[in-house]
T-cell receptor
Framework: AQSVSQHNHHVILSEAASLELGCNYSYGGTVNLFWYVQYPGQHLQLLLKYFSGDPLVKGIKGFEAEFIKSKFSFNLRKPSVQWSDTAEYFCAVGDASGTYKYIFGTGTRLKVLA | DTGVSQDPRHKITKRGQNVTFRCDPI?????LYWYRQTLGQGPEFLTY????????KSRLLSDRFSAERPKGSFSTLEIQRTEQGDSAMYLC???FGQGSGYTFGSGTRLTVV
């Protein structure tokens, strides 16, 4: 079955701490990979995306993600979080051939303490 | 603002009533998607349009749900005979071509009482 797993549902960090959010997927086909962020009261925004090429992808606001094909993983990282990174983060797998619909994980709520 | 617009932002309705939501995508985007998000879950795919053609519908979309995208511009999602289980955030997203990533609207929050 097609699925996306985000193992951390809630994460609390202090400012300047490093962040890694896990994402594993199960999908029988060619995929595109995404991380979306939803700040409090705002709509979902694209953080970064992977289609092909360099498996280390850099996104906005200092975020990066690494695609490890053998592990079916696409983990999100940031070396030093800020209070403004408090948000919910969603990993998504997109069908790269056809509808390009996405399957989303259940999300990780990140709270950064000032 | 040239983003994806959804209307209304909130809708409270009584069980059994019909509701209709509207989505205006980014004008040059040819693909339009509807998703539903419930508390504690990620968005779930409902349906997809390429231009005016509805190309895929999820099993989540029962016969009470219908979506249209006349002339390949805005889209409407109608729910007939609403049930309490329909309470959710309904999200619209649009994109252009392959792999450009979606742009999401702010969603319509439906509460069925």
């Amino acid at each position: 079955a097609q699925s996306v797993s985000q193992h951390n549902h809630h994460v609390i960090l202090s400012e300047a701490a490093s962040l890694e959010l896990g994402c594993n997927y199960s999908y029988g086909g060619t995929v595109n990979l995404f991380w979306y962020v939803q700040y409090p009261g705002q709509h979902l925004q694209l953080l970064l995306k992977y289609f092909s090429g360099d498996p280390l992808v850099k996104g906005i606001k200092g975020f990066e993600a690494e695609f490890i094909k053998s592990k079916f993983s696409f983990n999100l990282r940031k070396p030093s979080v800020q209070w403004s990174d408090t948000a919910e983060y969603f990993c998504a797998v997109g069908d790269a051939s056809g509808t390009y619909k996405y399957i989303f994980g259940t999300g990780t709520r990140l709270k950064v303490l000032a | 603002d040239t983003g994806v617009s959804q209307d209304p932002r909130h809708k409270i309705t009584k069980r059994g009533q019909n509701v209709t939501f509207r989505c205006d995508p980014i004008s040059e985007h040819n693909r339009l998607y509807w998703y539903r998000q419930t508390l504690g879950q990620g968005p779930e795919f409902l349906t997809y349009f390429q231009n005016e053609a509805q190309l895929e519908k999820s099993r989540l979309l029962s016969d009470r749900f219908s979506a249209e995208r006349p002339k390949g511009s805005f889209s409407t999602l109608e729910i007939q005979r609403t049930e309490q289980g329909d309470s959710a955030m309904y999200l619209c997203a649009s994109s252009f071509g392959q792999g450009s990533g979606y742009t999401f609207g702010s969603g319509t929050r439906l509460t069925v009482v």
